[in-house]
């Protein structure tokens, strides 16, 4: 099980993975406002779960599906460009691999 301090970094550290998906998708003029509007909720489900002092397990799992969601529409929306893609995908993966870890 993962160290309070270590799960609050990485926490963090996908926090600021989340926000770059949100610029990139926002920036992106081929990105649908679903795909934006998803990305967007992912990011507030980071935000949470990185204030939250609560029970951790719950709001990996919960932000993990926001990342579910959000990498499905990436990978859904044709208009996308890829740099966009990839924020999304680079903000997904981290908290798969968390989820596997707690």
């Known amino acids: 099980m993962l160290a309070m301090t270590d799960m609050k970094t990485r926490l963090g ?4 993975k989340t926000s770059d998906a949100v610029r990139a998708s ?3 003029q ?3 406002a679903v795909l934006v509007a998803v990305v967007r909720e992912f990011d ?4 949470r779960v990185v204030a939250d002092t609560g029970e951790a397990r719950d709001s990996v799992i919960e932000l993990e599906q ?6 499905a529409a990436a990978e859904a929306d044709s ?13 997904h993966l ?9």
């Open 26 to 28: 926002e920036s992106d």
């Open 30 to 32: 081929g990105a649908s």
């Open 13 to 16: 550290d996908i926090e600021t």
């Open 79 to 91: 208009g996308l460009g890829e740099e966009a893609r990839q924020a999304v995908l680079d903000a």
């Open 94 to 102: 981290p908290i798969c691999i968390l989820k596997t870890e707690i």
């Open 44 to 47: 507030s489900k980071a935000d």
């Open 66 to 71: 926001a990342g579910d969601s959000a990498k």
